[in-house]
């Protein structure tokens, strides 16, 4: 069974920066897109940003020239590093991948989320 867990969140002052972490582990033939998303109280969950295999990478508009995304696909991580942080950005960031298990077909997979809460 693949697991994606989430690491990195925290309380930062606005301005700040966090570097979020996620690691896939269990069997896995191969990742296509990972990505972080994330959901405020009251509000639907949002796609930050996504990065393919290949390492390119697309945004939300609101986080760009803030926030990078990376992988490491040798390591099955992605990372969001988030800089210029606004209050706006407190959320709960969830780490998504699709996910060839065994080779046949991809599966989306969520993690369990990281709170991140930008406050003075």
């Known amino acids: 069974q693949v697991q994606l867990v989430e690491s990195g969140g925290g309380l930062v002052q606005p301005g700040g920066s966090l570097k979020l972490s996620c690691a896939a582990s269990?069997?896995?033939?191969?990742?296509?897109?990972m990505g972080w998303y994330r959901q405020a109280i009251g509000q639907a969950r949002e796609l930050v940003a996504t990065?393919?295999?290949?390492?390119?990478?697309l945004y939300l508009d609101s986080v760009k020239g803030r926030f990078t995304i990376s992988r490491d696909n040798a390591k099955n991580t992605v990372h969001l590093q988030m800089n210029s942080l606004k209050p706006e950005d407190t959320a709960v960031y969830y780490c998504n991948a699709n996910v060839n298990p065994h080779g046949y077909y991809y599966i989306n997979v969520w993690g369990k989320g990281t709170l991140v809460t930008v406050s003075s």
């Open positions: 269990g069997s896995m033939s191969s990742i296509a897109d």
């Open positions: 990065i393919t295999s290949g390492g390119s990478g």
